[in-house]
């Protein structure tokens, strides 16, 4: 007789520094109590037994606004759960939803309505809510993307404050050239927050001051980003560095990329991924409402206010042609990355859950399959597609 509390998974289990070719893995009431490789021990015998190709950590998304036709700046208990059970189909066990622009109204609504989910998470509730990603609102005017620019603002003391303190929220970005950048990036520091750079024109000056005061991380690269030429545009000659080239040279900055196979094509997934490494490199979905829908128009944040983007079903656009995020999961973001560049299996597994799980401080009970960390687990197959998803040690 087994166990259904009690599961042993069989198969290429992935680990930080090494994939075990005939590995287990043992959990027992949401916890996993054995890793190892060989015959299983006898004691583990009433162990309900699963068996994979693959065996890997459960994903964790840094940079995710919707699925499913929701959008968290919605604001609603329904369209959070709807967009977390979205992305655990696509392996996503843990998540931090990010805001866009937008009223002071409609972030409270978006942060209330994610701290009532996230209390009463239930597995039929989807991914569970690791803490917020205050994304938007303060971006620069000329790098707001698809985000509604009407809900775009320099910092506002009182604003960033009251959000900033809130338990739930872990990640905070500002732009590092606007007024006030520095004062938020300190309250953001002194709240515990991992600080990043997003959605921005800085110089390299301007993000020497930020990294003096906090900041160590830089939103999608290549992507809403300072560069050689935007900064011509802004200083006029000589040319001048940016983030990119803050990134490359500073090992203490992290950032991420958008590996849906739209953003960047295989050889700046390689660049990334080998001038950067996957120590210093998250996957992230950034993914918006039109993520598991057919092709048509939709809205980028909240569901009346937010900008108009049009999906044709591989790409979301905006309104002006250019990409707008992403509609796809973090399995697809695995797979293309995977084939994209010449990293390990261990490697982009770990872009995917124990680097984003260092990064927010929750690598202690989330992002490797090691004794005592929470049972979330992913099956895949050889060819990296998912094929179940396990939360806590409960299937989904």
């Known amino acids: 007789m087994t166990d259904a509390a009690h599961i042993l998974f069989r198969g290429v289990v992935v680990l930080p520094e090494q994939v ?67 992305h655990a189909t696509h392996g996503t066990t843990a998540i931090f939803p990010t805001t866009t622009t937008g009223s002071f109204e409609e972030l409270d609504a978006m942060v209330t309505s994610c701290e009532t989910v ?3 998470w239930t597995r039929s509730d989807g991914a569970r809510i690791a803490g917020i990603h205050f994304y938007g609102p303060y971006f620069a005017e000329d790098k707001v993307g698809c985000h509604d620019a009407a809900g775009r603002r320099d910092p506002v003391k009182s604003e960033y404050e009251y959000f900033l303190s809130k338990d739930i929220i872990k990640i905070a970005t500002c732009a590092a050239e606007l007024v006030g950048a520095l004062d938020f990036y300190k309250f953001a520091r002194d709240n515990d927050c991992y600080i990043t750079c997003g959605h921005s024109n800085a110089s390299w000056e301007e993000l020497e001051a930020a990294f003096d005061v906090g900041v160590r991380h830089v939103d999608h690269f290549w992507c809403a980003m300072s560069s050689v030429v935007s900064l011509r545009k802004r200083f006029g000659m000589p040319m001048q560095a940016g983030m990119e ?16 196979g739209q953003h960047l094509t295989d050889p700046l997934l390689e660049f990334a991924a080998r001038m950067i490494g996957s120590d ?117």
């Open 245 to 260: 080239q803050f990134v490359l040279m500073n090992r203490e900055m992290t950032t991420e990329v958008i590996a849906d």
């Open 118 to 120: 996230k209390k009463n």
């Open 280 to 396: 210093r490199l998250c996957l992230v979905t950034d993914a918006n409402r039109a993520m598991d829908c057919p092709p048509g128009e939709y809205r980028f944040g909240h569901r009346e206010t937010g900008a108009l983007v049009f999906s044709d079903g591989v790409k979301v656009t905006g309104e002006d042609g250019g990409l707008a995020s992403s509609m796809c999961g973090m399995d697809h973001m695995v797979r293309t990355m995977a084939s994209g560049s010449k990293s390990t299996l261990n490697e982009v597994i770990a872009m995917a859950s124990l680097t984003p799980a260092k990064l927010t401080g929750i690598d202690e009970t989330h992002g490797s399959l090691a004794v005592g960390k929470t049972a979330d687990i992913n099956l895949l197959s050889g060819d990296l597609r998912l094929e179940g998803t396990y939360i806590a040690g409960q299937k989904i």
């Open 20 to 86: 075990m070719q005939d590995g287990y893995v043992a959990c027992s009431q949401g916890k996993i109590v054995a890793v190892g490789e060989g015959k299983t021990p006898a004691v583990y015998a009433r162990f309900s037994s699963v068996t994979a190709d693959i065996i890997a950590p459960g994903f964790i998304d840094i940079h995710v606004h919707g699925a499913a036709n929701a959008d968290y700046m919605d604001g609603t208990l329904d369209a959070v759960k709807t967009v977390n059970r979205a």
